[in-house]
Nanobody
């Protein structure tokens, strides 16, 4: 059984920074893609950023230049460094992993407000 455990969410003022972490545990085979999605109330989850095993990254236009995704393959962990946060970044952030199937974390809330 695979489990994704997220941490690092919280409340921050506009312009601030947060770092999200997601660690995968359990019976894990080769992890191909790890990433982050976010969900606004009443909306579908949307892509924030993904990173392949080889290090290729992809970002949504709304976070390019502000967020950075990184992976530690030895620890089966993915990170999301979020800088210059805006109120519109307020959402629940979910970790996602492809490894013989798709897996999701439980979500961590990020609130950006003055």
């Amino acid at each position: 059984q695979v489990q994704l455990v997220e941490s690092g969410g919280g409340a921050v003022q506009p312009g601030g920074s947060l770092r999200l972490s997601c660690a995968a545990s359990g019976t894990i085979f080769r992890i191909n893609v790890m990433g982050w999605y976010r969900q606004y109330p009443g909306k579908q989850r949307e892509l924030v950023a993904t990173a392949t095993r080889s290090g290729s990254t992809n970002y949504s236009d709304s976070v390019k230049g502000r967020f950075t995704i990184s992976r530690d393959n030895a620890k089966n962990t993915v990170y999301l460094q979020m800088n210059s946060l805006k109120p519109e970044d307020t959402a629940v952030y979910y970790c996602n992993m492809w490894s013989g199937g798709e897996y999701w974390g439980q979500g961590t809330r990020v609130t950006v407000s003055s």
